[in-house]
Nanobody
Framework: HVQLVESGGGSVQAGGSLKLSCVYP???????MGWFRQSPGKEREGVAT????????VYADSVKGRFTISGDDAKRTLYLQMNNLKPEDTAMYYC??????????????????WGQGTQVTVS
């Protein structure tokens, strides 16, 4: 039973934008939420995290200044606004949740719950 449901992926040209969404259950309201991505043959990479408690955000260096993580607590939805997309951003993007405060580092091993992913392709 998938608890996290992502949407918003698609195909865009380099320089374009996409906005990903992730709907999560009510009990995740105090969790650390994050976005990760994985390309074929590569390890899962942390993109950004947002702490649902204090709203602090952490970004991977590769996306700083281009991607913005945000959330709508009333809608229990996490977002990832991606601007100035590059071909190297092509990957399956996953929403994730952890029942504790976000770390200053983005590590997949810290997260217990995962969505099924949404594909982003930049050409």
């Amino acid at each position: 039973h998938v608890q996290l449901v992502e949407s918003g992926g698609g195909s865009v040209q380099a320089g374009g934008s996409l906005k990903l969404s992730c709907v999560y259950p009510e009990r995740y309201e105090s969790y650390c939420m994050g976005w990760f991505r994985q390309s074929p043959g590569k390890e899962r990479e942390g993109v950004a995290t947002r702490d649902n408690n204090d709203k602090t955000r952490v970004y991977a260096d590769s996306v700083k200044g281009r991607f913005t993580i945000s959330g709508d607590d009333a809608k229990r939805t996490l977002y990832l606004q991606m601007n100035n997309l590059k071909p190297e951003d092509t990957a399956m993007y996953y929403c994730a949740a952890a029942p504790w405060v976000c770390s200053v580092e983005i590590r997949a091993s810290d997260f217990n719950y995962w969505g099924q992913g949404t594909q982003v392709t930049v050409s």
